[in-house]
């Protein structure tokens, strides 16, 4: 089973951008659907965005669709989000999961990280 730690979270104006990245360990890496979801405060977590095994399906919020850019590396066990155009209401706690099916349903991802703080404020 693949360990997650995320990476790349901080402080940025509105309108700026930040990209994460969070780094599995373990094995079979590729054998796993990997999504970003966030939680603000006193707000449900939610998805962000999904991206499947071999990266040829994407999905995203309508929310950060059109700004939001989210990848993977199979070869480096790495997934990404990229954040472009942020906005004082992305400002939240961001988690990368991992799953086995194609899913955007939160209790489909059985393997999370820690998470990451991004705060978007000026």
């Known amino acids: 089973q693949v360990q997650l730690v995320e990476f790349g979270g901080g402080l940025v104006q509105p309108g700026g951008s930040l990209r994460l990245s969070c780094v599995a360990s373990g094995d079979a890496f590729g054998s796993y659907v990997m999504g970003w979801f966030r939680q603000a405060p006193g707000k449900e977590r939610e998805i962000v965005a999904s991206?499947?095994?071999?990266?040829?399906?994407?999905w995203y919020s309508d929310a950060v669709k059109g700004r939001f850019t989210i990848s993977r590396d199979n070869a480096n066990n790495t997934v990404y989000l990229q954040m472009n155009s942020l906005k004082p209401e992305d400002t939240a706690v961001y988690y990368c999961?991992?799953?086995?099916?194609?899913?955007?349903?939160?209790?489909?991802?059985?393997?999370w990280g820690q998470g990451t703080q991004v705060t978007a404020s000026s």
């Open positions: 999961a991992a799953s086995k099916t194609l899913s955007t349903r939160i209790p489909d991802y059985n393997i």
């Open positions: 991206v499947s095994w071999s990266s040829t399906r994407t």
